[in-house]
């Protein structure tokens, strides 16, 4: 089958385009015909040798853990799916092998959902990861109720943007910081949009006085200190970008597939509670393209890539 894949860690251009060995389907697993799989930040940190101490590579790798497709041949133990049904998925395993930038992907049972039935197989693509992310922390790392006052960092971001969507849902209401160019945009998902950077604590004192309830850190750094600072007494912090979170007595959140999560978001998906913004489609040979662009932090929404389905 055609796939995306590379050799040996670096930047995005070991990555290849080319013909790399069918997947088996294990008994627990279905191969999926691949419609789209969308890009991720994580993505680019497994291809440059980032998570080499959490996760051994089976070179060639193929990259990419969402995909959103049709199943094709259920493995020998299955019988939650069957040929023809479209399905979501955020197939990830505990090595780099096997990824979704292919033709064809076997996916475990417990990584799959069925797919919204009112997104594009390219707005399906980018809800797994970054909606199990956002539904994952603010439902257990962050535990947020009605009447809380959430701050989301990078609101226009894959994961931000779902999250400002999840946490209205709640009853909270979301702060969330973004470049300018995006205020417009966090407005109309439900959130009250900052500019980030220098005075971003004065800017958020001002909306919030008295601190924010919870904050959703998705930077690291500078920007995950600002936010233990603004916490009003009692507020919980967590965040996917930087473990010194626990430092400041907050929690580092890794998501995880679960596939009643997932249905869950394709519940609220369904019922136009969560709608996944795409900015940039790209065929599945220009993967590389979409590594570069994802590299540079300033995306609104999700990066897909596509996989002719004809062929």
Same mark, same amino acid.
């Given at each position: ?30 191969? +999926? ?24 590579? +089976? ?12 199943? %094709?041949?259920? !493995? %020998? ?61 603010? &439902? ?11 701050? +989301?960092?990078? $609101?226009?971001?894959? %994961? ?6 999840? $946490? ?14 995006? @205020? ?5 998902? !439900? ?12 800017? %958020? ?43 400041? !007595? ?24 969560? &709608?996944? @913004? ?17 590299? &540079? !932090? ?14």
């Amino acid at each position: 089958m055609k796939a995306i894949s590379y050799r040996s860690y670096g930047g995005p251009e070991v990555l290849e385009y080319g013909e790399v060995r069918d997947p088996k389907v294990g008994p627990d697993s279905v191969l +999926v015909k691949v419609r789209a799989a969308a890009v991720n930040p994580v993505d680019r940190h497994c291809r440059a040798g980032h998570l080499d101490a959490l996760l051994d590579p +089976v070179f060639p790798v193929v990259p990419g853990w969402d995909v959103s497709g049709v199943v %094709v041949q259920p !493995g %020998v133990a299955v019988t939650e799916f069957a040929p023809g049904d479209e399905v979501v998925g955020y197939v990830r395993e505990d090595f780099l092998s096997r990824g979704t930038f292919a033709e064809y992907v076997a996916a475990p049972v417990r990584t799959l959902a069925r797919r919204p039935r009112n997104l594009t197989f390219e707005e399906a693509a980018g809800l797994p990861l970054a909606g199990l992310t956002a539904y994952q922390v603010l &439902t257990r790392g962050l535990a947020v109720v009605e009447g809380d006052v959430v701050l +989301v960092h990078a $609101a226009a971001g894959g %994961v931000g943007s779902i999250a400002v969507q999840l $946490a209205r849902h709640f009853g909270a209401r979301v702060i969330g910081t973004a470049s300018e160019r995006n @205020h417009d945009f966090v407005r109309e998902l !439900g959130g009250e949009p900052v500019a980030y950077g220098e005075g971003l604590a004065e800017r %958020v004192r001002a909306l919030a006085p008295e601190g924010v309830d919870a904050a959703f850190d998705t930077v690291g750094g500078d920007t995950l200190r600002v936010s233990a600072e603004l916490l009003a007494p009692g507020g919980r912090l967590a965040s996917i970008a930087d473990g010194d979170v626990i430092g400041l !007595g907050g929690r580092y959140c890794w998501v995880r597939p679960d596939a009643a999560d997932l249905a869950r978001l394709s519940e609220l998906a369904e019922a136009d509670v969560v &709608t996944v @913004h795409v900015d940039q489609v790209l065929p599945l040979e220009e993967a590389a393209r979409a590594h570069e662009l994802i590299e &540079t !932090g300033h995306t609104r929404g999700k990066i897909v890539v596509t996989v002719p389905w004809g062929e």
